[in-house]
């Protein structure tokens, strides 16, 4: 990261005393036991507390931190629940923090329009929780659905194990409330489908905190489905699970989700969940919705899919336990590759053609590297999730670790994939963005930003490479 | 490079770095370029500067069925690439119209313009618009940069969508080169079910109560006191879903149709061809659903005939009623065909948006030369 501002560090009292006078009492944090708490994201290797945390509850508070830092000089990273795997929301020590956790009501439910208005500081599941009783959902379910905020959800345009047939939250997104940086506020897209002019929304969507604070979204809403019940297919090898995804995608069925475990993580969470899998080189847990009729009638062509590449188990759950069984494993996966040692958890994507390609090759820069690595990822759109296990008390493993990890997001570059599916690149795969971007098409995104975001005040440090970036954030100062 | 065109008529260049070279020369003397795809679809007529074709950026780069993606260069014809699709049982999910019946066109339309205007049928109710779809483009900027963004994959959040912005933005900030899109499996089984003789206030009911269900409708228009809603599902789920629909609206008699009438009257509706033949102004307009009736109650008072898409979030109005008049009524207007109306065909932006717009164009074009105040006159 780069040193923090003398100048603005020397003014910190007058910053804090600037935001006390003009929001309510509780909505800045500036003692160091306090902001300690702000360090770091989900990507707790890296750390640093902030010079001051707002929370604000309404837009207009937003608006106010806003437009005084902005006069001041400050940067400001936005927040959600602090769940960014990427380093996203890590603040520097020169900055200050703004927080839409408190922005957290359900603002309207229209069914009749499908659609809901709300705060971003909600969570994700309480969105769907909501909306239950009304039959009705939001599609886009990160794994972190639990903790994760809209807010962060449309920074990092999240995605979950759903989204092969739901899309993710750019698909069911349709309005926005976004706070500028000098603190006007701007509302993008509405209740409407698809307007006209620029999809500004649609660029902000996953602009991690770089154009501006969303405080308010509109979102698209769905009937909930009658049914779903997964299977789950055992491959003694990684290419014949490769066909059978492509084999299931290319016969009309489409799955809400195909997920893929390896023998590594397999064994895992054998050892940890005792989920019963099968021991073999490749699970697939495939899962389809409808009424049961309509279930049965898709699992039957799966198997027939299935069948025709001789697997070591096909297993359908019959019933809620035995479909409950089936996830166990699965959603225990990333805590029992936990109980294996320390691990960083990487996301690239690949064309669904190259994975047995691309599984190949990371087993061979895993002996390369000396490292073991585990996959488990959503197999219907390439999204790849390797976890390299490292152990965090040898000196130098970490680092070995990362240079693996960047390997292995090369690869997947190479391959024709991308850097990052799900989790954004924040600090993390900051300094990759060259592999994807050459220097004009990472300068167009640079000269974006700088329409909204004029001084480079707005979550400084992420996602454009610091050498790459630096001429933009020296000609930003002088303005 | 630009002194090899002159064989073809007009500016058609045949290479990425070919549209760089010439761009970067029309920006430096400070020419406008009208970009022409099929010429279907948008009417460029009143933008100024030579006309710029994309025939010669043509072609299919690849298409993997496995993997659902196509890359394509903009000339190409989209009913060559549709064609291609369905031989692999696959379509564009989001079922672009062919304006040609409406706007008295007779190219072919492309799928640079298709992506250019963003495109976007019936379907995109269930299925989502182009730009949902669109994995990653390859452009030249005002500026002759090339340039390009996202990939070919179906999951990417690798820096900032400017795939997003391109889309729909009809060639004002950019050149494309290269489309990549998602494709979806087509499925043969399908119906439509028919209401006739109901109000549009009915016909918005209706749709709300069957877009309320779980049962996938991937259609639902009014047009001509009739309501349709289309019904699709693999072998015996299409009849359940068709029952289930059938048994939750009781209040009319419904008319079913099958797989081939389905297919030819949804041609029909996605295309307006119940606006086709005609040169009245003709109004896309975007409302919430449950508003769409009194609005389009409303227009139908200034005289003209109205249809609803999108189980009421889009009216499509033709008749008399000056801008003022139309846009008086409803705030998110576009003039399709302009039917001798002047001004602006696209609805105002708020003076904050219409700020960072004009930022935006600032930075893909800065000397305003490609479709020069197209998406402003
Ligand atoms: C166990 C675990 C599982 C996960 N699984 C998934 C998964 O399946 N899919 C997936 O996509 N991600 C996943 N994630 C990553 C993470 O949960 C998502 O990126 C999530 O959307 C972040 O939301 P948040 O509210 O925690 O945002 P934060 O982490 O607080 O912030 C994320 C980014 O958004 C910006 N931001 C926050 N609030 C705003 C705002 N109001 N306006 C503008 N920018 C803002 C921040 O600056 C930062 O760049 C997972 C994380 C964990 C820890």
């Not at chain 1, 069911?172 to 940086?181: E, F, H, I």
């Not at chain 1, 799955?255 to 895992?268: F, K, Q, S, T, W």
């Not at chain 1, 190949?360 to 073991?372: A, T, V, Y």
């Not at chain 1, 909204?452 to 933009?472: C, G, H, I, M, T």
């Amino acid at each position: 990261m780069p040193t923090p501002d003398a100048g603005i560090l020397s003014r910190a009292p007058a910053i804090i005393a600037a935001l006390r006078a003009a929001l309510p009492q509780d909505a800045v944090i500036w003692d160091p036991e306090e902001t300690r708490a702000y360090e770091c994201d989900a990507l707790t290797t890296y750390r640093c507390p902030p010079l001051a945390v707002v929370l604000p509850r309404t837009t207009e508070e937003v608006a106010t931190a806003m437009r005084i830092c902005h006069e001041m000089r400050v940067p400001v990273v936005p927040r959600g629940a602090g769940t960014s795997l990427a380093g996203g929301a890590l603040p520097t020590a020169d900055c200050v923090i703004i927080g839409t956790m408190r922005l957290r009501e359900m603002l309207e439910i229209d069914t009749a329009n499908r659609f809901v208005r709300v705060q971003t500081g909600v969570t994700n599941l309480s969105v769907s929780g909501e909306l239950e009783s009304h039959g009705f959902f939001y599609a886009p379910d990160p794994s972190s659905q639990l903790a994760c905020t809209i807010a962060g959800n449309i920074a990092m345009n999240s995605g979950g194990a759903h989204c092969l047939k739901y899309g993710v939250t750019t698909n069911n997104l349709l309005g926005a409330t976004v706070v500028l940086t000098t603190g006007e506020v701007v509302e993008l897209g509405g209740a409407e489908m698809g307007p006209m002019g620029l999809d500004l929304m649609g660029l902000l969507c996953g602009s991690e905190g770089q154009l501006g604070i969303v405080t308010e979204a509109v979102l698209r809403i769905l009937p909930r489905p009658e049914g779903a019940r997964p299977v789950l297919i055992g491959f003694d090898g990684a290419e014949v699970a490769g066909e059978c995804v492509a084999r299931i995608i290319r016969s009309g069925v489409l799955p809400v989700a195909i997920e893929y475990m390896d023998d590594v993580c397999l064994r895992a969470v054998e050892a940890f969940a005792h989920a019963g899998y099968p021991d073999c080189a490749a699970v697939l847990i495939v899962e389809v919705e409808g009424s049961p009729e309509e279930i049965d009638l898709q699992i039957a062509r799966i198997r027939e899919i299935a069948d025709a590449l001789n697997p070591v188990e096909f297993r359908e759950s019959r019933n809620a336990d035995e479909a409950m069984a089936i996830w166990k494993g699965r959603k225990s996966a990333f805590g029992a590759m936990g109980r294996l040692g320390d691990y960083i958890c990487l996301d690239g994507t690949v064309p669904v053609g190259q994975l047995p390609y691309t599984l190949k090759m990371i087993g061979e820069l895993s002996r390369q590297h000396g490292l073991e690595v585990a996959n488990v990822f959503h197999a219907g759109d390439g999204n790849m999730h390797p976890l390299i296990l490292f152990n965090a008390n040898k000196p130098g493993d970490l680092e070995k670790a990362e240079a693996f990890g960047n390997d292995i997001l090369r690869l997947c570059v190479d391959v024709g994939g991308c850097l990052t599916g799900e989790h954004g690149v924040g600090i993390e795969k900051r300094d990759l963005m060259t592999k994807q971007y050459d220097g004009p098409d990472l300068d167009i995104q640079m000269a974006v930003k700088d329409v909204f975001d004029p001084r480079w005040l707005l979550n400084p440090a992420k996602v454009f490479p610091l050498e790459v970036s630096q001429p933009w954030r020296e000609e930003a100062a002088t303005r | 490079m630009i002194a090899d065109i002159p064989s073809r008529a007009g500016l058609a260049p045949a290479s990425e770095a070919e549209l760089g070279a010439l761009i970067a020369d029309r920006r430096s003397s400070g020419q406008p370029l009208r970009i022409a795809g099929g010429g279907t679809r948008t009417q460029t007529d009143h933008v100024p500067g030579e006309a710029l074709s994309t025939a010669a950026l043509s072609g299919v780069v690849t298409y993997e069925p496995g993997e659902m993606t196509l890359i394509a260069r903009p000339g190409t014809p989209l009913d060559e690439i549709e064609t291609m699709l369905a031989a692999e049982g696959q379509a564009f999910a989001f079922e672009p119209a062919d304006m040609r019946g409406v706007l008295g066109r007779n190219g072919a339309p492309t799928i640079g313009g298709m992506v250019a205007a963003n495109a976007s049928g019936p379907r995109r109710l269930l299925a989502g618009a182009c730009r949902d779809h669109l994995l990653g483009v390859r452009f030249v900027d005002g500026q002759g940069r090339v340039l390009k963004n996202g990939g070919r994959v179906m999951k990417n959040v690798t820096g900032l969508d400017l795939g997003k912005l391109i889309c729909g933005a009809h060639g004002t900030l950019g050149v494309l080169t290269e489309v990549a899109l998602k494709t979806l499996p087509y499925l043969p089984d399908r119906c439509t079910l028919g209401f006739h003789g109901v109000t549009a206030h009915e016909a918005v009911a209706i749709f709300s109560a069957a877009l309320a269900t779980p049962f996938e409708v991937s259609g639902a228009v009014f047009r001509d006191g009739t309501a349709w809603l289309r019904v699709e599902g693999l072998g015996p789920q299409l009849g359940y879903r068709r029952d289930r629909l059938l048994g939750l609206i009781q209040t009319r008699e419904a008319e079913v149709l099958d797989a081939t009438a389905t297919v030819t009257l949804w041609r029909e509706l996605r295309d307006l061809a119940h606006f086709a033949g005609s040169d009245a102004p003709l109004w896309r307009i975007l409302v919430k659903p449950s508003e769409a009736p009194a609005v389009a109650g409303a227009l139908a008072a200034l005289g003209g005939v109205f249809s609803l898409d999108w189980g009421g979030g889009l009216i499509w109005y033709c008749g008399p009623g000056t801008a003022q008049e139309v846009r008086g009524i409803t705030r998110h207007a576009t003039l399709v065909r302009r039917g001798g109306l002047t001004g602006p065909a696209f609805p105002p932006e708020a003076s904050a948006v219409a700020r960072l717009s004009a930022g935006l164009r600032q930075v893909f074009d800065p000397a305003g030369i490609l479709n020069s105040g197209l998406m402003d006159q």
